[in-house]
């Protein structure tokens, strides 16, 4: 079964570029990765997903290597408000339907 | 829009004690889920529906009903309230019946003493 591994906490400056890492060594042939960001007190929020290679949107990068067991989520210029817990997500089963979120990546901005 | 709607915001239950959860979006999902956060923890998927009239269970269902009888709402039922189920419940939905993006709620603080 499909789990995910992240590094617990990270800290950056304002400015910065932040990569942050998620190891997914099961993840189903036709999975999606996906990408959360929590603020405390709110629901998580869907940032990006992808399925293979590179993908961008107006907040982030996700790089998917060939061997998709691994991804990388990078935030371009990070500043105070992103300040956040950070989860990567594939499914358990292989419908892409049961899924587990890890206990996220919480990133830490410092002016 | 108002996306993904859940009430109440807060509830206090005493031991024993049974509620509803209600849930609700106006985005015609298919896919809809209800998820529990510990604090310091991450979501745990409790119970998710891939449409009206079919639901399946995630990694804690124990303690906890669902029904799906229409598109736009998925209620959760605690059958009898435990300390341990203390938790901020999220519901949320995806229009893609397979690892789509879900939207989340706002979460019910539920507390259960």
């Known amino acids: 079964l499909a789990k995910t591994t992240q590094p617990i906490s990270m800290d950056s400056y304002e400015g910065q570029e932040v990569n942050i890492t998620c190891s997914h060594n099961?993840?189903?042939?036709?999975?999606?990765i996906t990408w959360y960001q929590q603020f405390p007190s709110q629901g998580p929020r869907f940032i990006i997903q992808?399925?293979?290679t590179k993908v961008t949107n107006e907040v982030a990068s996700l790089f998917i290597p060939a061997d998709r067991k691994s991804s990388t989520l990078s935030l371009p210029r990070v500043s105070l408000s992103d300040t956040a817990v950070y989860y990567c997500?594939?499914?358990?089963?292989?419908?892409?339907?049961?899924?587990?979120f890890g206990p996220g990546t919480r990133l830490s901005v410092l002016p | 829009n108002a996306g993904v709607t859940q009430t109440p915001k807060f509830q206090v239950l005493k031991t024993g004690q049974s509620m509803t959860l209600q849930c609700a979006q106006d985005?015609?999902?298919?896919?809809m889920s209800w998820y529990r956060q510990d604090p310091g923890m991450g979501l745990r998927l409790i119970h998710y529906?891939?449409?009206?009239?079919?639901?399946d269970q995630g990694e804690v269902p124990n303690g906890y009903n669902v029904s799906r009888s229409t598109t736009e709402d998925f209620p959760l039922r605690l059958l009898s309230a435990a300390p341990s189920q203390t938790s901020v419940y999220f519901c949320?939905?995806?229009?893609?019946?397979?690892?789509?993006?879900?939207?989340f709620g706002p979460g019910t603080r539920l507390t259960v003493l």
């Open positions: 997500l594939v499914a358990l089963d292989n419908y892409g339907q049961n899924f587990v």
């Open positions: 529906s891939v449409g009206a009239g079919i639901t």
């Open positions: 099961n993840i189903a042939t036709n999975d999606y």
């Open positions: 949320a939905s995806s229009y893609a019946l397979a690892g789509g993006p879900q939207y």
């Open positions: 992808g399925y293979k």
């Open positions: 985005m015609n999902h298919e896919y």
